[in-house]
């Protein structure tokens, strides 16, 4: 496709229950993004890969979450043990990263509810 | 001190008006300077970047930064009820690396 794609759209799902999230990059994008945006508060980055290694993931909150990358392109990010502070969305992003701004493109998001 | 502070509205104004929206950011090592704008339930696209101080104009957008008071502006000219959304300004040092984001500012235009 065009744009970075996201899936599921929406998901909600009970205390405590695994859920993994995937993120689709725009093609031949060598840097991918995940970022989470909840009620009210800004985008708090979580993880970035480039190619298939994930040189920082200083922002994962905490050992419930993971995220690995394949092939260079799709992207799963997993949270174990859902909490319903995880209740956001989380955005992926895709860049050609290295050329000209880095400018970040985005999916729509995964709108995770925790119940 | 939060690495980039925006005030979060929400900015209601009527359409026409001038639009100044607003950032300020600590880390001086700062080189770039970028806007998204996020409509609801979307995510956020880049609408414009500067690099270092000065202006820039895109149609009926100016970005201006003053490195020296680390602030940085956006300023939206005729606003249009298209533009409701909310804008979040994203500074980065130079070479490359995570962009910090602020909380963004909802920007409200009334018909």
């Known amino acids: 496709g065009a744009g970075v794609s996201q899936s599921p759209s929406n998901k909600v799902t009970e205390k405590g229950k695994d859920v993994e999230l995937r993120c689709d990059p725009i093609?031949?994008?060598?840097?991918l993004y995940w970022y989470r945006q909840s009620l009210g508060q800004g985008l708090e980055f979580l993880i970035y890969?480039?190619?298939?290694?994930?040189?920082?993931k200083s922002g994962l909150p905490s050992d419930r979450f993971s995220a690995e990358r394949t092939g260079g392109s799709v992207s799963t990010l997993t949270i174990q043990r859902t909490q319903q502070e995880d209740s956001a969305v989380y955005l992926c992003?895709?860049?050609?990263?290295?050329?000209?701004?880095?400018?970040?493109?985005f999916g729509e998001g995964s709108r995770l509810t925790v119940l | 001190q939060k690495e980039v502070e925006q005030d979060p509205g929400p900015l209601s104004v009527p359409e026409g008006a001038i639009v100044s929206l607003n950032c300020t950011y600590s880390?001086?090592?700062?080189?770039?300077f970028m806007w998204y704008r996020q409509y609801s339930r979307k995510g956020p696209e880049l609408l414009m970047y500067?690099?270092?101080?000065g202006n820039k104009e895109d149609g009926r957008f100016t970005a201006q930064v003053d490195k020296s008071s680390k602030y940085i502006s956006l300023f939206i000219r005729d606003s249009q009820p298209s533009d409701s959304a909310t804008y979040l300004c994203?500074?980065?040092?130079?070479?490359?690396?995570?962009?910090?984001f602020g909380k963004g500012t909802m920007l409200l235009v009334s018909p």
């Open positions: 093609s031949g994008h060598t840097a």
């Open positions: 890969f480039q190619g298939n290694s994930a040189p920082d």
């Open positions: 500067t690099y270092s101080s």
């Open positions: 994203a500074p980065r040092p130079s070479g490359y690396s995570t962009l910090t």
């Open positions: 992003a895709s860049s050609l990263r290295g050329q000209g701004t880095g400018e970040l493109f």
């Open positions: 880390n001086s090592a700062f080189q770039y």
